[in-house]
């Protein structure tokens, strides 16, 4: 009898890995053309969703060479989901948001705030784990400031980018800007994405750590 083949254990992991983020992918897409039968403005939606169809062939091309995380891939997936939802309706209509609203008396719908919040926590996870990947960092003190000062300067930037958009658009920037007369809707949004940043440093870093330790060592689980 011949004796039987058998694949690593890592290697089958990796398959099965591979063919989740698959299946992801595919899930993704199938939700991002949704988002986009009947937006509430098809401006808003392009502007909103851009990041997701920047970053999906980033990912694909850089899987091989260079795959992420676990917890990396499925908090860009959440992320993405939060964009979509926020491009479908527009942040200051989408209904998750009112029912918080109402739960918590505010004033306004606060939906884009999670987006804020996201926009902190899942690219503080991408910096931190490009840096110490990359061992661009010596020490967990320089590194957290390192990767909420990058949060900071990717919010900044966003902002930058919303204000461009103000003025090049006029008045048809307001679904996208979505500061529902709020003045202070800048400095807000820069405070919770410092808030998404330093949460995924309190909550994911010891994850985080695992997993990369697992990933550079062969097993991709």
Request: glycine share 8%; proline share 5%; net charge neutral.
């Amino acid at each position: 009898m011949k004796p039987e083949h058998h694949l690593p254990g890592h290697t089958l992991q990796q398959q099965q890995r591979s063919k989740a983020l698959t299946l992801a992918s595919v899930l993704l897409i199938a939700l991002l053309a949704l988002s986009g039968l009947r937006p509430y403005d098809y401006a808003t939606w392009a502007l909103e969703v851009a990041p997701v169809v920047i970053a999906l062939p980033i990912l694909w091309g850089s899987y091989k060479r260079f795959p992420l995380t676990t917890l990396l891939y499925v908090g860009i997936f959440a992320h993405a989901m939060v964009l979509m939802l926020g491009g479908a309706y527009t942040y200051a209509r989408v209904p998750l948001g009112f029912q918080i609203q109402d739960w918590l008396g505010l004033h306004r719908n606060p939906y884009d705030k999670i987006g804020h919040f996201f926009q902190g926590l899942v690219p503080a996870l991408v910096a931190r784990e490009i840096l110490i990947r990359g061992q661009h960092v010596k020490g967990p003190k320089m590194l957290a400031f390192i990767v909420v000062s990058i949060v900071l300067a990717i919010s900044a930037t966003y902002e930058f980018i919303e204000w461009g958009v103000a003025l090049v658009a006029g008045q048809g920037a307001d679904e996208f800007l979505g500061t529902q007369g709020d003045p202070w809707d800048t400095q807000s949004d820069m405070l919770f994405a410092l808030i998404g940043a330093i949460t995924a440093l309190a909550l994911f870093s010891r994850l985080q750590d695992r997993q990369i330790r697992r990933l550079t060592n062969g097993d991709a689980s």
